[in-house]
């Protein structure tokens, strides 16, 4: 195959041909990914970024209400993933189970335009006031936004992978392209967030609800476009397994059948495939490791003496392994997600209550605001890919510059330092409240808006790392036949974070109103303690941080046995992330 200049991974055309390298995948089929993302982020942003501000303006709901169904509508929009992922990994693969998905997608998005474009579906108005809405018109709404978070479930997970799949891994100058790949697929989602947030925002409070979400529908169909022109030169991975997702269940059930026998003393004498049979099939050999050694039992050979099944590989077993260690990070990434959420939430309704003139007559949009998260992002990117990774490439000899879990530590401790920025801004914003006597809910507090800028700006900067570090890290440490559905560890990590901080935000504010207290969200910005549950957030974020360390310093990277190719010659390919310790000082 490789004399004939095709692809050493066994990717294909759409219909089923081995494709050349020379034709086909890297940066050449990415730039049409690449410019689908732009627009798509473009359109998820243009809603997500203002919504509250709708729920609260337009449909009248209270702060507190507001503020947990965008949280759960958030949360939908990142935990779908996981049904569609499972979909392209078991049934479909990535390329259909996107293109059915993005129909849904796109259907959500015109609903949507209806919805607060046409009389009959949205509340009437007179005079700047709005009606409250009926139930059908709510019901209408939110149907339409659901719609976007079913289509969402099916191309969020694929399209970034499939991204991914146009590098062939066996091929050493394409391995080495791909370790840019995240960072300049984000720089295409910020760039289409930096539209919404500074663009769609401006347009919906200023021109029009339905100028504002049609904009990105149109984007959304432009995006889908732009994807299919570059279909001829795809490269799309065959699915090796029926059902990858089965060994997750087989493995620990024969772990647990086993569990009387003694495993051996050496890992050699487990259950193993010799290396030609993953040659030949177009699979990867995982390494044995220590962790999670209970699993080893399913590995045993004299189990199944006699026995008309053989015993789990040892790739078999280190797949699941790889799976129970991405659980153990997943779960300290669930507080940096909660704090995440509130730059579309408490941060924009923060925002509102602050002098936004620029100038005599321009006001900024509270939401706009989180233009400058994508802003530092942007600028980020490519001082991160440019500069820090060849600098720390240098001094550690890591391709990546830092592990991947190095990265996203040092992003979960710029998040904590953001939120901490964050108590204190609202410590000054209390404080000038009762210096000038601030009281109705629509009082504006003699402080400018730009004293939130810090906490956006840091909060974007952390993104650079551990957003990006987070969906490598899922891609890259997924077992091989499980990619699309490992990144859902990314998405859902997100959609948690949001149903988290929709939990949080309720029963802080029942437990806070009982026998009459000030609850600490109230309706009334200007009349409450917002400063305490930033406060609240900066200790768990904090605590948080140190459960991250410890998990961090527990897991083992995957160490694959597979040989890639470097003009023309056979070397055996290096596990990138070999330091079991993420955070070294």
Not at 330 to 356: C, E
Not at 361 to 366: M, V
Not at 376 to 405: A, C, E, Q
């Amino acid at each position: 195959m490789e004399a004939k200049g095709y692809t050493q991974d066994g990717t294909v055309d759409l219909q089923g041909r081995p494709v050349l390298a020379s034709k086909t995948g890297k940066w050449r089929a990415c730039a049409f990914l690449v410019g689908y993302e732009a627009f798509e982020r473009m359109a998820f942003y243009g809603v997500a970024s203002n919504l509250v501000v709708y729920l609260t303006t337009q449909l009248h709901e209270d702060n507190v209400s507001s503020v947990r169904n965008v949280n759960n509508w958030s949360g939908a929009v990142w935990m779908t993933p996981i049904l569609g992922a499972y979909i392209a990994d078991s049934y479909l693969g990535r390329f259909w189970t996107f293109t059915v998905s993005s129909l849904i997608y796109v259907l959500g998005m015109v609903l949507l335009t209806m919805a607060v474009s046409l009389k009959f579906f949205k509340p009437t108005c007179a005079n700047g006031v709005c009606n409250k809405a009926s139930t059908s018109q709510i019901a209408f709404f939110y149907s339409a936004l659901y719609t976007i978070a079913v289509g969402s479930g099916g191309t969020k997970p694929n399209i970034s992978t499939f991204g991914a799949d146009q590098f062939d891994d066996f091929n050493a100058k394409e391995k080495e392209l791909k370790v840019s790949f995240f960072n300049w697929w984000m720089f295409s989602s910020f760039l289409g967030a930096l539209f919404a947030t500074i663009g769609l925002v401006y347009i919906q409070e200023n021109l029009g609800w339905g100028l504002g979400y049609g904009i990105p529908t149109i984007g959304l169909l432009l995006s889908l476009f732009i994807f299919y022109v570059g279909t001829p030169i795809y490269r799309h991975k065959v699915r090796k397994s029926k059902s990858p997702a089965r060994d997750l269940i087989g493995v620990p059930v024969a772990a647990f059948k086993n569990r009387k026998l003694k495993l051996p003393t050496q890992p050699s004498e487990l259950h193993e495939l010799e290396l030609q049979h993953y040659s030949n099939s177009g699979k990867r050999q995982v390494h044995h490791t220590p962790s999670f050694s209970f699993l080893d039992k399913a590995a045993i050979k004299e189990a199944n003496m006699g026995a008309t099944r053989s015993p789990c590989t040892v790739t078999q077993v280190e797949g699941t392994k790889l799976v129970f260690g991405m659980i153990m990070i997943w779960l300290v990434t669930l507080i940096p997600s909660t704090i995440w959420a509130q730059i579309n939430t408490l941060f924009v309704k923060q925002g509102t209550t602050l002098d936004r003139h620029l100038g005599s007559s321009f006001q900024i949009p509270a939401a706009s605001l989180g233009s400058f998260v994508t802003l530092s992002m942007l600028l980020s990117v490519p001082m991160y890919d440019r500069y820090f990774v060849p600098l720390m490439r240098r001094k550690s000899g890591n391709p990546r510059g830092i592990t991947l879990l190095q990265r996203i530590g040092i992003g979960f401790m710029l998040q904590v330092i953001a939120i901490a920025i964050a108590y204190a801004v609202e410590v000054k914003r209390m404080h000038a409240i009762r210096i000038h006597q601030v009281v109705g809910p629509k009082e504006v507090v003699p402080m400018s808006i730009f004293w939130l800028l810090p906490q956006y700006v840091l909060i974007g900067i952390a993104d650079v790392f551990n957003a990006i570090g987070l969906l490598e890290f899922f891609y890259d440490q997924s077992p091989e036949d499980m990619q699309s559905l490992g990144t859902t560890f990314f998405t859902s990590g997100i959609g948690v974070g949001n149903f988290l901080n929709s939990f949080l935000v309720t029963m802080v504010d029942k437990i806070t109103r009982r026998e009459g207290g000030k609850s600490w969200i109230g309706n009334n910005l200007n009349d409450t303690h917002l400063d305490y549950y930033y406060g609240f957030l900066l200790v768990i974020a904090a605590l948080n941080l140190v459960a991250f360390i410890w998990a961090s310093s527990k897991y083992i990277y995957k160490r694959e046995n597979a040989e890639v190719t470097e003009d023309g010659v056979q070397v055996e390919s290096k596990t990138l992330d070999t330091s079991p310790l993420a955070i070294q000082v």
